[in-house]
């Protein structure tokens, strides 16, 4: 069964600053990874994604994530975070069978940027 | 319109009402989903249609359910909720192999 974890719930952070996002999976098989982002009142919104191929992965908003098959791990950075990338970030593992794809989230973390 | 639409956005309802949350999306896809997302828990997939035919149920309480008319086409149709119900309810697409596609959700508050 896939499950993911995130580690720590909320993360604040400078205006300008770096931004990591942690979050560690685990799978039975060749994961594919998502990350999404929730802007207040809002729904998810894909950020970007990993299936096969590269590892270093580039999403929108200037966000890239890094599978490490070895560290089970496919954490979030941006070099520099804006006021508006406050919002809450969810990383997801996905099942897939002839039935179709079955996210399961973690546990989310919210960002708040500083000024 | 485009995307994964949700009516309505908020929904205020007593604990012996009857209502019904709708979504629709526009791309085209094959697959569509329910989660519910309670504060301070992970999302939880409740539904998944595939073609129309219901294929998971997540030991969801049957005063929750769910239909699929058409591929375009979501409910959830609520009936003697709790208090402990209220939350954002989202919907999603996707293609059957595809990346999901979430609407605004729909934040249900039962009194």
């Known amino acids: 069964a896939q499950s993911v974890t995130q580690l720590g719930s909320h993360v604040s952070v400078s205006e300008g600053a770096l931004v990591l996002l942690r979050c560690n999976y685990s799978?039975?098989?060749?994961?594919?990874l998502f990350w999404y982002v929730q802007y207040p009142n809002q729904g998810l919104q894909l950020l970007l994604k990993?299936?096969?191929?590269?590892?270093l992965v580039k999403g929108i908003n200037g966000f890239e994530a890094e599978f490490k098959k070895s560290e089970t791990s496919f954490h979030l950075t941006k070099p520099s975070a804006h006021m508006s990338d406050a919002a809450e970030y969810f990383c997801?593992?996905?099942?897939?069978?002839?039935?179709?794809?079955?996210?399961?989230f973690g546990g989310g973390t919210r960002v708040l940027v500083k000024p | 319109e485009t995307g994964v639409t949700q009516t309505p956005r908020h929904l205020v309802m007593g604990m012996t009402n009857k209502k019904s949350l709708k979504c629709e999306q526009h791309?085209?896809?094959?697959?569509m989903y329910w989660y519910k997302q309670s504060a301070k828990k992970p999302l939880e997939l409740m539904f998944v249609?595939?073609?129309?035919?219901?294929?998971e149920n997540n030991s969801v309480p049957s005063r929750f359910s769910p239909e699929c008319p058409n591929s375009s086409h979501l409910f959830l149709h609520l009936h003697t909720l709790q208090p402990e119900d209220s939350a954002l309810y989202l919907c999603?697409?996707?293609?059957?192999?595809?990346?999901?596609?979430f609407g605004e959700g729909s934040r249900l508050t039962v009194l």
């Open positions: 999603a697409s996707s293609h059957v192999t595809g990346e999901l596609f």
């Open positions: 799978s039975s098989v060749p994961p594919y």
């Open positions: 249609y595939s073609l129309e035919e219901r294929v």
């Open positions: 997801a593992v996905i099942r897939s069978d002839a039935a179709g794809n079955k996210l399961t």
């Open positions: 990993y299936t096969t191929g590269a590892t």
């Open positions: 791309l085209g896809h094959n697959a």
